[in-house]
């Protein structure tokens, strides 16, 4: 029997093997950096397009949707993807509309350039990075869903906590936060990947609260 064989199917159906599903959830990761990305250099970023920061993300996340509705008609698909995404939205793409929605959502609250700036976005766009591949990776090994829901409720309670003490987030938050990004990360949706429920019911969530915070 090949070795592959023993591989969980999340990995034996990612494109590339072993290899992709590492890359995918290194990229998963990666996508961190873009709260760092907007809030630090967003200005000189859209500078280069005369554009505001809040019109770049706006434009990206466009762009996302006309790219991604390009792959789906000609069925490519690359290397950390899943077979089944050839004929779907990819967890990349809503990854990335997410995000954008996220952080045009909650412009309104929310600057560029100051130490509370992203006081509300950033720990979403932290749970979905972080608490995401968390959870999968503890299905990985094994482990049985009551312990992947605390890993998943830890994790995103903990960003939250942390993003109080850096960018002045209510702490109380985190008490809220931490289980409802683990519950939006369960649904298995034929057509609406996790990476899209983790930010966009959290997201629903915090739009309501805000107006009194």
């Known amino acids: ?11 034996k159906h990612s494109i590339g093997g072993r290899g992709g599903h590492i890359f995918r959830r290194a990229f998963h990761m990666g996508m961190a950096a873009v709260p760092w990305v907007y809030y630090v250099h967003g200005e000189e970023i859209a500078d280069i397009f005369s554009a505001s920061p809040l019109q770049f ?3 990206f996340g466009l762009i996302a949707v ?3 509705s390009l792959r789906i008609r000609f069925g490519i698909v690359i290397v950390g993807q899943r077979e089944y995404e050839r ?13 954008s929605l996220a952080i045009v959502a ?6 560029t350039g100051d130490t ?11 749970c979905l990075t972080f608490g995401d591949p968390a959870m999968g990776e503890g299905r990985r090994m094994g482990l049985d869903n009551r312990s992947v829901y605390a890993i998943g409720t830890v994790i995103c309670g903990l960003i939250w906590l942390l993003c109080g003490y850096f960018f002045g987030t209510p702490y109380w938050m985190a008490l809220l936060m931490g289980p409802l990004t683990m519950v939006a990360e369960l649904p ?3 057509w609406i990947d996790d990476n899209a429920t983790m930010v966009l019911i959290p997201l629903a969530a915090v739009l309501l609260i805000a107006p009194f915070l």
């Open 66 to 68: 006309v790219v991604e």
């Open 57 to 59: 993300v706006a434009f």
């Open 1 to 11: 029997m090949s070795e592959i064989e023993y591989e969980p199917d999340h990995v």
């Open 116 to 126: 509370h700036a992203g006081w509300l976005t950033i720990p979403l766009i932290l």
């Open 106 to 111: 909650l412009a309104p609250w929310e600057g």
């Open 87 to 99: 004929q779907q939205i990819s967890a990349l793409a809503w990854g990335t509309i997410s995000i």
């Open 188 to 190: 298995k949706l034929k």
